[in-house]
């Protein structure tokens, strides 16, 4: 009689342990597919975003091709004949490569630059406030706006 007994707590206990592995397996599997923390409509943590814009919080790749941006940094006075040194920053909101930087000066020159040349060197003849612009074109063809500076030259 005893020796029933035993076996039916054993049966008993293998159907304990078999019931909590399934409730375990059970846990793991709605825990991993963010069942509990992903209501429907909701971003899970889990789920792969696209990269942020640097520019505001939408996501960079909309299927929309964006002109990109360009600022330019040069000396505000110079003397006559001295050459000076300008950078322009280019970021583009697509991550696109940059194509063609092109500058303007207001005594009437024009360069344009290879990628990567965004540092141009230039030299006023003739004294007064003038203006440099530049502005930019990525790879898709868009043109930055331009982005200006004065510099007085005396």
């Not at 206990?13 to 059970?26: P, T």
């Not at 409509?41 to 696209?50: A, E, L, R, Y």
């Not at 440099?132 to 790879?139: E, F, L, S």
Request: aromatic share 10%.
């Amino acid at each position: 009689m005893k020796r029933a007994s035993e076996g039916k707590h054993h049966k008993q206990g293998l159907l304990v342990v078999l019931l909590i592995v399934v409730v375990l397996a059970l846990v793991i599997v709605l825990f991993s597919s963010n069942y509990f923390f992903s209501p429907p409509g909701i971003k899970s943590f889990s789920q792969p975003s696209q990269p942020e814009s640097p520019f505001s919080n939408k996501p960079a790749k909309d299927n929309v091709n964006h002109a990109p941006n360009v600022t330019i940094s040069c000396p505000e006075t110079a003397n006559v004949n001295e050459q000076i040194q300008c950078t322009a920053s280019a970021r583009d909101f697509d991550c696109d490569r940059i194509t063609w930087y092109f500058w303007t000066f207001t005594d009437g020159s024009q360069q344009q630059a290879a990628p990567g040349l965004s540092t141009i060197n230039h030299t006023f003849i003739s004294p007064g406030t003038h203006m440099i612009k530049v502005k930019v074109q990525d790879v898709n063809g868009l043109w930055s706006e331009e982005a200006s500076a004065s510099i007085f030259v005396g």
